[in-house]
């Protein structure tokens, strides 16, 4: 089967086809003059004998700042936006003899000196017997802006401009590369703030950021060009030291005299919106060479030596060391402890008493203590601080408020023992809980306690935090009968605006005022004030940590009446706290 396609005819008459051919030129012309004056890039037309700018459209003439007429029959190296790009006649005979060329990322300057970022592609055609070069010119700026902004999102972080954990990370494997190639020793150091998030909470979160940026610029010119410090988030900085000594010893000291003039610097007064402030920072440091541990390993290293120098009283450098490792494996075991004991119920209650006068029992606060299997009794230093680190002092929390409440409420049953309160410590942790006060409401409910007789202890680290919520929460708890009592007053932030904001119903004296009012008088005044403060409000008070007579005589001169510690009874197991309140 054939095509069934036809043909026209060739036109061979030569003056027709003649015609045919100069209109198609002059359509094609004018289409390519309409591309060029409405192209969103520049083009840019030169002379490839004489290197002379022949026509240069809108977009680009727009984006120079120069007219059209500066632009004409200048040689393209005599106009300063192309002065990067063609120096003089020899590069541009270089960029004529390529015939086609195209650079990714060059700079072209505008006629007021600002500089663009832009692609450049050039290419040379026959033009009626003469070269043209045909230079397109496209405005990356904000492209670049735009990837320039991913790598600043993806690598550095917000706040300081300093590089976050993953250029961290990236960079101190470099450094161990460079170290092995180069046999030198490097150092990591890990770095903490002191109390940081007291100033959060007392100054707010803006003050706290600006510390932080200002502890950044401080930490960047402690160390040389080629090392790195990073945020890793919230107060941790991470400084890489590269190119130290290859003795060890000799790398040693090379890390601790930068870690020193960190301390110093960072020991130097801030200048916050709130005014002058101080802070310290608690650095721990490992060294790595060519036999060391892997990056993860190696910041480890360095934050169990930060912890370190917290627990040996801040503001110090420590260095690794490998039994620090056994303590932190301890701890781990610890917590996986600490959860199995919760869900056992592997806790008691002790109760210390809370005395008016010369020794007559009117409560009790209730101690936790824990039963550990392998341990013994365990007092609540030695895993409170734990519980709130990993959160579980919400669950523990929980357990003491439903045994005392459920204590209470047998108490009531006992004629001699039915007079008696219960203070219960309630962690910050457990009172932010947005249904704290439901969980409170509901144990009082299933227990049968009567909630006249529940004090609840709250210490002022609770209340620097959204105090009108703190409020809120406890005038829902007081109206039910329950009474509160201020822990600790006076060792943190104390704010006396607070106290007459508060349903406050007792304030107690801590132990480290009662423990040297008969040798210090600062402390003999402080406890003083306090009573009179207290009495000023309408609040009761209560000096804890009463230890010796003496203590109790001045206290009582002073207008204390209640009070707790170890003159009138240690915290005791229920049936010895039972019989001593009965013969009290």
């Known amino acids: 089967m054939h095509d069934s396609t036809t043909f026209e ?42 290197a002379q700018i022949e026509d240069a459209n809108p977009f680009l003439i727009e984006l120079l700042g120069y007219s059209h007429g500066e632009l004409l029959g200048k040689k393209i190296w005599e106009v300063g936006a192309f002065s990067d790009i063609v120096e003089n006649q020899e590069k541009f005979f270089e960029l004529q003899a390529l015939g086609y060329a195209r650079y990714e990322d060059l700079p072209l300057r505008t006629k007021s000196g600002t500089q663009i970022a832009v692609e450049f592609v050039s290419n ?87 510390l932080l940026q200002q502890v950044a610029r401080r930490l960047t010119a402690c160390v040389r060009e080629g090392d790195t410090v990073a945020r890793l988030g919230g107060d941790e900085f991470v400084l890489v030291l590269e190119g130290l000594h290859h003795n060890t010893k000799e790398a040693a000291t090379q890390a601790r005299e930068v870690g020193e003039t960190i301390l110093d610097t960072l020991n130097q007064p801030y200048r916050l919106d709130t005014g002058e402030h101080r802070s310290t920072a608690s650095i721990g440091a490992t060294l790595f060479t060519r036999a060391t541990v892997s990056t993860d390993g190696l910041l480890k290293q360095a934050d169990l030596a930060m912890y370190k120098s917290k627990d040996t009283g801040r ?57 550990h299997p392998q341990r013994g009794l365990m007092a609540p230093g030695d895993f409170i601080p734990l519980a709130e680190e990993t959160g579980l002092i919400q669950q523990l929390g929980e357990w003491v408020l439903q045994a005392a409440c459920t204590q209470l409420a047998r108490w009531a049953k006992q004629p001699a023992l039915a007079h008696l309160s219960l203070s219960v410590n309630v962690s910050a942790y457990q009172f932010r809980r947005p249904d704290f006060v439901d969980q409170v409401l509901q144990i009082l409910d299933l227990s049968g306690a009567n909630p006249r ?132």
């Not at 150091?189 to 002191?194: K, P």
């Not at 932190?328 to 869900?343: D, N, S, Y």
């Not at 704010?495 to 007792?506: N, T």
């Not at 210090?520 to 309408?538: E, K, P, Y």
């Open 315 to 371: 503001n110090t450098l420590q260095f690794f060391d490998p039994a620090m490792q056994t303590v932190v494996l301890e701890r781990a075991a610890m917590e996986t402890q600490l959860r199995r004991a919760i869900q056992e119920e592997q806790f008691v209650l002790h109760y210390q008493a809370q005395v008016v006068g010369d020794g007559r029992v009117t409560g009790a606060e209730a101690l936790v203590r824990w039963l």
């Open 453 to 584: 007789r529940l004090k609840l202890e709250l210490t002022e680290s609770l209340l620097v935090d959204n105090l009108p919520l703190v409020v809120e929460k406890m005038f829902a708890l007081k109206v039910k009968g329950i009474s509160f009592s201020l822990d600790d007053f006076g060792t943190g932030y104390s704010s006396l605006s607070y106290l007459k904001r508060m349903p406050l119903d007792q304030l107690k004296i801590d132990r480290t005022f009662v423990r040297d009012i008969l040798s210090d008088h600062h402390d003999a005044s402080i406890a003083r004030a306090f009573i009179a403060l207290a009495q000023g409000l309408g609040l009761s008070v209560l000096a804890e940590g009463v230890e010796i007579e003496a203590q109790h005589d001045f206290l009582t001169k002073a207008g204390c009446h209640a009070y707790q510690g170890f003159f009138f009874t240690r915290p005791l197991p229920l049936d010895a706290f039972e019989a001593y309140a009965q013969r009290a």
């Open 124 to 210: 040379a055609y026959d033009c009626e017997g003469t070269t043209v070069i045909q230079c397109n010119i496209r405005d990356i700026s904000a492209r670049k802006l735009a990837e320039e902004k991913i790598v600043e999102l993806a690598f550095f972080d917000p706040l300081t401009r300093l590089p976050n954990r993953r250029l961290l990370m990236d960079r101190l494997g470099q450094a161990l590369i460079v170290g092995t190639r180069n046999a030198s020793c490097g150092a990591v150091l890990f770095l903490d703030l002191d109390h940081f998030k007291t100033l959060n909470d007392t100054l707010g979160h803006d003050m706290g950021d600006m």
């Open 9 to 50: 005819p060739l036109d061979t008459d030569p003056a027709r086809n003649s015609e045919a051919a100069l209109k198609a030129l002059r359509l094609s012309e004018n289409r390519y003059r309409r591309l060029f004056e409405t192209a969103r890039d520049g083009v840019l037309l030169l002379n490839a004998q004489t």
